[in-house]
């Protein structure tokens, strides 16, 4: 069940869906995302899910939001009422990725975007995202801001992890090749070899699959890194410097979402620790 209350006139068809608790990291990933809608010519979806499933990993934490439907529409309206772009807001109940799911299927946006809480002091293996319950439930473009996000300016430079592969984004393409070409955005791909054949050749390669996508079509030139003799994952967050980049943007291939170590996995280590907001493409 879901409710729906228009806030703003809808007069742009693109969307970006964001999640919102009410709490600090989601009112960061909020202001992000406003910044954001400006240069796509975008509408914000503003989701919350009362998380009232026994099927919630963190339903006994005391972590979720206990307010009534009351509060709840208070509180949309408080936040809408202060941005500046259209937007609609939705009350959706149980666990958020079946939530996060029916509303893509309904309103089909660029991205959903979401906080990542502060869980510094919790070790990874005890952590449950809902970034990654998202992405094993149902892969779809994803943006996570970090709790820690100093800036909500719109990201420009952007390092762009591959592995060196082919890939396509299939119906995805279109959505990224518009975002990179709104913001501008200066691209770094970023290969990581995965042993010491590390070469001119290899980051060719890595350069190549990226040019094949299109996503570079109408972008300033495109710079290359290679970073080798390290895991991936710690290679990308090395990489991923605030000094140097805005943005980092992952290739989540479909073996990743499925595997029985998903929360062990590049795309799930990246999005646990990076300083910097995590832009997740699953290939087609």
Do not use: C, K, W
């Amino acid at each position: 069940m879901y409710f729906l209350f228009p806030l703003r006139p809808l007069l742009m068809a693109t969307s970006l869906l964001i999640l919102t608790d009410f709490f600090q990291a989601a009112n960061r990933a909020l202001d992000y995302a406003t910044n954001l809608a400006g240069p796509l010519g975008a509408r914000l979806v503003l989701l919350h899910v009362r998380r009232d499933s026994v099927l919630d990993p963190e339903m006994f934490t005391g972590e979720l939001s206990n307010l009534s439907q009351e509060a709840i529409n208070l509180a949309l309206t408080s936040l809408a009422g202060n941005l500046a772009v259209p937007v609609v807001a939705e009350v959706a109940h149980g666990r958020v990725a079946f939530a996060v799911a029916d509303a893509v299927s309904r309103h089909h946006p660029a991205l959903i975007i979401l906080g990542r809480p502060d869980q510094s002091g919790t070790p990874d293996e005890l952590v449950q995202t809902t970034a990654l319950d998202i992405l094993r439930t149902a892969p779809y473009p994803m943006l996570v801001v970090p709790h820690s996000q100093q800036t909500t300016a719109s990201p420009r430079r952007v390092l762009l992890a591959v592995d060196g592969e082919q890939f396509t984004l299939g119906d995805y393409a279109g959505a990224a090749r518009h975002l990179l070409t709104a913001l501008q955005a200066q691209l770094t791909v970023l290969h990581v070899a995965p042993d010491s054949t590390s070469s001119a050749a290899t980051e060719a390669q890595a350069l190549d699959s990226v040019l094949r996508t299109g996503l570079t079509i109408d972008l300033p030139p495109v710079q290359t890194r290679t970073v080798g003799h390290a895991p991936p994952a710690a290679a990308i967050l090395h990489a991923a410097n605030p000094a140097d980049y805005d943005l980092v943007v992952l290739i989540a291939r479909h073996r990743s979402f499925f595997g029985q170590l998903f929360h062990r996995s590049v795309t799930a280590q990246v999005l646990l620790h990076s300083r910097l907001p995590v832009l997740v493409l699953p290939a087609a």
